[in-house]
Structures are given as structure tokens and as C-alpha cells.
């Protein structure tokens, strides 16, 4: 007889539980760090032309070097430093990890992280190491320190700012840890455009420093592309394992005409960063709420009144109730105790969601 899943696949995977995407019909989706914003009308038209003439029934360009160029030129990426693209930053954080798996290599970030380094050190095989963060949410440098030279660590993955506290690390520090670094430092800048600071002009001073990127928190999530900045001597490897034609015609067309129009995506982020700051004080007016601080797209607070300990889940569901959902992050590690993280939306969802918070808070307090 065959043998059953318990019985053939990895016991470290039979243990995990998969990312979970919660439904969002009906709501007002501030869960994910999306860009509310839609294109303007007249580029999406010129979008709906290309698709509707896309070489579907064709394999896409399997260096994407069209793309690839207008990328360079719109991310301002270094002379001399190559670009590897993914399907989404996910796929590209997988291929660094199978590619340095090497028995009981090590993959290390800080925690609370994206959740994926953790994951994807698992799926391929890697011990993981993760640092716990301060209180207030800095790097602990006398940990990280101690953890490098504990667990010699083949990769070092920090993102820039972090997801999900929202807070940019010192950047000296990051420099100081590349410094220390054994193997590869892998900064994760998802959220840069709305940080205004970037290692990408450090690319050069750094041999082991590779740098991410995504489209998704610009307003292209849908189309699911990542990109990775380096040195030739880290790409030429790393791309042996990127999947053939990984990046679909349609993906190309649409993300090359709409970086055409790359004015469009950055007056889109300066309208998410002014209605953040507005949100942020709302939401520190509010009582029995901190808020932290944040260089993202979204806002992570803690519900701080005295209580059995569910207040965050109680105002989340409250929410949900009154049709918001956003991402309770109470239980995904002991920094998070009691913390909700909310995406910035447009002026009138992000109204709806602080009346909402402010109807779950007096419920919760009643």
C-alpha cells in the first residue's frame, strides 16, 4: 500500500500551517498594505490595448530584459549591479534560501518579521535563527551581534522598514551588521517608497549586501512582481534556480507601460503618506490606543486598556463586524501582545475604519 502524506513528506512541513489569505468580499480591505488607489483611466486603456494584443499564446521573454531595463532606469538601480526577477518578493526570498541551504546552514532575521523568512527557511531545509527586536521595536545589537557569531549564518534577512511593526531600523546599525555578517544580507526595502531611504546607493560598498524590491505596495500587487539588486557574482547563481518564464507576457506588458508613467505611482505613495500622518494623529487621539511609529503604509497600534487579555481580538472582531478588516497580529509573537496593524486606504475608508475602531472600543469597554 502507499504510504500516507504523515508517512512521506517532511515533518517540518507537515507542522506548519499555510499563509493564510482571510475573504474580503463585501469589506473594507485594510489588511494587506495594498495601494488603494486605481491607475487613471487613460493609462489603464492603453493597458487593456496591450493585453488585448499580447502574444499570450507565446512563452514570455525569458530574461524579461525590456522590463528589466525599465526598471533600472525607474528604480534608479546601480551601474554594474544586476537585477533577478520573481514572482513577487516570495519567490525571489525562496530561491536565496534553497540556493544557501547547505547542511545546517543557518537563516536568521529579527522577530516579529515578514513571516515568509521564517516560513521559507523551512521549506528549504534551513535552521532558523530570529533575534528578538527591542520593546520599542529597534534592533538589539548586542543580540544580533551574539546570534551572528553563534550561528554563523549563511543569510541575514532585515527589512527596511519592517513589516509588521512599520519602523525603519538605524541604518548604521544595518551597516554594522552587513560588516559582521559571515555570509549574504539581504535588505528588504517592499515599503521603501513610502520611507524615503534605501540601500541601494550601498549596493557597490557592500560585496554581501543583495537588495528586494516589489511592485505590490506601489499599486501592483495583482501582478505579482519582485525584483532582486546585486553583484553579477551572486545573480549569475542565484538565477540557475529561478523557473523558466516565471514572469507571464502580461506581467511584463502591463509593469513596463505603467513604469512608463512611474510620476503616476509616486504621487499615488505621496497621497498614502499624507493620509497616513492624518490617520496617525486620529488614531492617537484615541483613548486606550498607542500607536507606533511608522515609515510603511500601514499603522500597527496596541489596544493598552487593562483587560483578560482579548482586548485585540475583540476590537478586531468588532471591526469585521462593521464590514473592516484589517490584520490582528495578537498571538504571532510576545512583542505583538494585543497589536492590530492597519493598512493606510483612501480618506473615506480610513473614516469608516476609525469610526468603526471607536464603536468596537466602546463596546470592548462596556
Known amino acids: 500500500m502507499p504510504g500516507s502524506p504523515n508517512q512521506i513528506i517532511r515533518p517540518e512541513i507537515l507542522a506548519l500551517s499555510a499563509y493564510h489569505v482571510p475573504p474580503a468580499s463585501g469589506m473594507v480591505k485594510l489588511d494587506a498594505m495594498e495601494n488603494p488607489y486605481s491607475l487613471p483611466p487613460e493609462l489603464r486603456d492603453e493597458i487593456a490595448q496591450l493585453v488585448a494584443d499580447a502574444p499570450i499564446n507565446r512563452y514570455p521573454d525569458a530574461s524579461a530584459a525590456s522590463l528589466k531595463a525599465s526598471l533600472r532606469q525607474a528604480l534608479a538601480i546601480p551601474d554594474g549591479m544586476d537585477i533577478m526577477l520573481g514572482n513577487g518578493s516570495d519567490e525571489i526570498i525562496q530561491i536565496i534560501a534553497l540556493a544557501f541551504a547547505r547542511p545546517g546552514a543557518v537563516l536568521m532575521s529579527v522577530e516579529p518579521a515578514f513571516v515568509m523568512f521564517r516560513m521559507t527557511a523551512v521549506f528549504a531545509g534551513m535552521k532558523y535563527a530570529g533575534v528578538p527586536l527591542n520593546a520599542d521595536f529597534s534592533l538589539d545589537m548586542d543580540a544580533m551581534f551574539a546570534a ?74 495583482g501582478l505579482r512582481l519582485g525584483l532582486l539588486a546585486g553583484r553579477p557574482e551572486w545573480l549569475i547563481q542565484l538565477e540557475k534556480l529561478r523557473l523558466p518564464y516565471n514572469i507571464g507576457v502580461v506581467t511584463q506588458l502591463i509593469a513596463e507601460k505603467v513604469l512608463q508613467h512611474h510620476d503616476v505611482l509616486m504621487q499615488q505613495a505621496a497621497a498614502i503618506k499624507a493620509e497616513r500622518a492624518i490617520m496617525g494623529e486620529r488614531l492617537e487621539a484615541l483613548n486606550g490606543i498607542e500607536v507606533f511609529p511608522t515609515d510603511a503604509n500601514f499603522i500597527l497600534f496596541r489596544v493598552a486598556r487593562e483587560g483578560d487579555g482579548n482586548e485585540a481580538n475583540r476590537v478586531f472582531l468588532g471591526l469585521k463586524e462593521r464590514g473592516i478588516l484589517i490584520k490582528n497580529l495578537d498571538g504571532y509573537h510576545p512583542l505583538l501582545k494585543n497589536c492590530l496593524r492597519v493598512t493606510v486606504g483612501k480618506p473615506d475608508e480610513n473614516t469608516k475604519f476609525l469610526m468603526a475602531l471607536q464603536a468596537s472600543l466602546n463596546k470592548s469597554n462596556n
Open 148 to 221: 551572528i557569531a553563534r550561528h554563523q549564518p549563511a543569510v541575514i534577512f532585515i527589512a527596511y522598514p519592517n513589516n509588521p511593526t512599520g519602523n525603519l531600523f538605524d541604518s548604521e546599525a544595518i551597516s554594522r551588521i552587513i560588516e559582521a555578517a559571515p555570509g549574504v544580507v539581504v535588505v528588504d526595502e517592499a515599503y521603501h517608497v513610502f520611507a524615503d531611504a534605501s540601500f541601494m546607493g550601498k549596493l557597490a560598498q557592500y560585496p554581501n549586501l543583495l537588495l528586494m524590491r516589489t511592485l505590490s505596495k506601489l499599486g501592483l500587487a
